[in-house]
Each structure stands twice: as structure tokens, then as C-alpha cells.
């Protein structure tokens, strides 16, 4: 993957970088989200909900490569998945201080993601509709 990644950035093929990076994101997600069955607080369904983080960073990184029609038109369907994403609920904690099994200090706390089961569904959605475009032959 590193290699690959370099390759394609030093070879000033940036912009079909940005477009293997979200082809990726969409397939994967795509994935997760039709692998898991929705229940508030699973581990599975935060884990697709902090995707919300990865989503934004995609998007800030082909920013450099928007001169690319592909890249742009693959930006602004990712910035519909944005939209959605934006649907979830954060909640902030305040910092704690907990023992972890071994005894050490463990620092909690800051911004959460709660994610109920229409937003779950609608991501799901969103990303299924993205990777149908994606994967139609022209």
C-alpha cells in the first residue's frame, strides 16, 4: 500500500491517487455497512460512524488534486456522503481518569459519535448509491 502510495504521488499521478483512496473507502464502507445489523452503542456501528473522520480527511487531501474533473465530480458525490455524515450526533465528555486492567492511568473523555438507526440507515444508503455510480461501466 506505502509503496503504491508513493509511487503514484512522486510519479505526479496524484489525482488517480485521490480517486483509488475513495474507491477504496466507498467499497469498504460499503462493506461494513452491510455486514452489520444496527444496535445503538455496538462497537461496529461506532466504528462506521468514525468514519465520518476518514470521510473528511479524503476529501481535504484530494482538495489538492481538484484541477482533475474526475477528481472534482468524485469529490462533490463524497461531499453528499458528507452531508449525511454531518446527521450525527456528537456528544462531549468531560476528561476522566481511569485504571486500565494492568493498573495504568487511562485518559478518557472529548467528542463521541452517536449514531442513531435512521442515520445508520441512510449512510448505508448513501454509500450503496455511491458505489453503484462508481462501479457502472460507461
Known sequence: YYSSFENLQSSQHGNTLALVIAG????????????VKYQAGSPAV????DQKYTLENIIEFM???????DVKSTMATL???????????QKEEG???MKD???KKVLGGGTTLVMSKEVFKEVADKVASIRNSF????
Open 101 to 103: 486492567e494492568k493498573g
Open 79 to 89: 461531499n453528499e456522503l458528507k452531508v449525511v455524515f454531518d446527521k450525527i450526533e
Open 135 to 138: 462501479s457502472q461501466t460507461k
Open 63 to 69: 482538495k489538492t488534486y481538484e484541477s482533475d474533473a
Open 95 to 97: 476528561a476522566t481518569a
Open 24 to 35: 477504496g473507502y466507498i467499497e469498504s464502507l460499503h462493506i461494513a455497512c452491510n455486514l
Open 46 to 49: 461506532d466504528r462506521i460512524a
